[in-house]
């Protein structure tokens, strides 16, 4: 398996625009999660799917995020618009249960610089 | 709630130095335990995991012990490499609940 596969690897752009980040989970992992790492504040789970539904989205900043998960193979977190104090890495990681015993695995990330 | 504490970085170590970092936890039950690495550039990476007391998780010459008298998990290796830098991450998940990762430890380790 390819592992957890993040795009794009690096975004950046200007404050006001919408930003999309995709993400494609290990086949087979029921739990998709959505993390937001800065300098700042460290890891940060923004949401969380369990087959395709969101369970837990308590972790999203404000309105202007969104996630979505159309299928078990894809999701996709929008920020529309964007400011510059979203600029961070964003991770997209994947596992076959909740408890976490095997671990969640991580994709590459995809750093966002908003100017 | 549910926590992780880990010690604070950044850790400055010379080649085929001892390491230790320090994890604690705080949690109800019986959680599972995990230490995470992430490289320069990359997404966090599995280490080692420890599911019950007193199980030793071990990969890649690093080790950590659960010990659930001092609500620990401390990762050690007897000889670090300069290919270890990265940042470790300590991580607890307790059944019906996520993930709680600590703040993470720099390490970088000069030849």
């Known amino acids: 398996d390819a592992g957890v596969i993040q795009s794009p690897r690096h975004e950046v752009t200007e404050m006001g625009q919408e930003v999309t980040l995709r993400c494609k989970p290990i086949?087979?992992?029921?739990?998709l999660f959505w993390y937001r790492q800065t300098m700042m504040r460290g890891l940060e789970l923004l949401i969380y799917f369990n087959n395709n539904v969101p369970i837990d989205d308590s972790g999203m900043p404000e309105d202007r995020f969104s996630a979505k998960m159309p299928n078990a193979s894809f999701s996709t977190l929008k920020i529309q618009p964007s400011e510059p104090r979203d600029s961070a890495v964003y991770f997209c990681?994947?596992?076959?249960?909740?408890?976490?015993?095997?671990?969640?695995?991580f994709g590459s990330g995809t750093r966002l610089t908003v100017v | 709630g549910d926590s992780v504490t880990q010690m604070e970085g950044p850790v400055t170590l010379s080649e085929e130095a001892f390491l230790t970092i320090n994890c604690t936890y705080t949690a109800t039950g019986y959680p599972s335990l995990f230490w995470y690495v992430q490289y320069p550039g990359e997404g966090l990476q599995l280490l080692l995991k420890a599911t019950k007391a007193d199980d030793k998780g071990s990969n890649k010459g690093f080790e950590a012990t659960y010990r659930k008298e001092t609500t620990s998990f401390h990762l050690e290796k007897g000889s670090v490499q300069v290919s270890d830098s990265a940042v470790y991450f300590c991580?607890?998940?307790?059944?019906?609940?996520?993930?709680?990762f600590g703040t993470g430890t720099s390490l970088t380790v000069i030849p």
């Open positions: 991580a607890l998940s307790n059944t019906g609940n996520q993930f709680y």
């Open positions: 990681a994947s596992s076959p249960n909740f408890t976490g015993n095997y671990g969640y695995t």
């Open positions: 086949s087979g992992h029921d739990y």
